[in-house]
């Protein structure tokens, strides 16, 4: 079984910076990506960053530039750099593994970090 472990949410100011951490740790196989969620309070969760096996990496059109997604793979851990943060960044931050392939796979997720920005 798959366990992620977040942390590193919390609150900045418009401008400011957090980075989120995501351990994961169990047995995993074929992995495919690791990435980074927002769900923002009423809205739908949607991508902000992915990284691929490979290293490849895709990022929301509302986040480029200013966010970083980057992979430590000796601890399992993947990251998520935020610069220059806006009030509309605010919502709760999943990290997301997924095993297999783009269409046929399997996800985990962890458990979630509040991240807020106030103007």
């Known amino acids: 079984q798959v366990q992620l472990v977040e942390s590193g949410g919390g609150s900045a100011q418009a401008g400011g910076s957090l980075r989120l951490s995501c351990a994961a740790s169990g047995s995993i196989f074929n992995l495919y990506s690791m990435g980074w969620y927002s769900q923002a309070p009423g809205k739908q969760r949607e991508l902000v960053a992915v990284?691929?096996?490979?290293?490849?990496?895709n990022y929301a059109d509302s986040v480029k530039g200013r966010f970083t997604i980057s992979r430590d793979n000796a601890k399992s851990t993947v990251y998520l750099q935020m610069n220059s943060l806006k009030a509309e960044d605010t919502a709760v931050y999943y990290c997301?593994?997924?095993?297999?392939?783009?269409?046929?796979?399997?996800?985990?997720w962890g458990q979630g970090t509040q991240v807020t920005v106030s103007s």
């Open positions: 997301n593994l997924r095993v297999g392939w783009a269409q046929i796979g399997y996800d985990y």
């Open positions: 990284i691929f096996s490979g290293g490849n990496t």
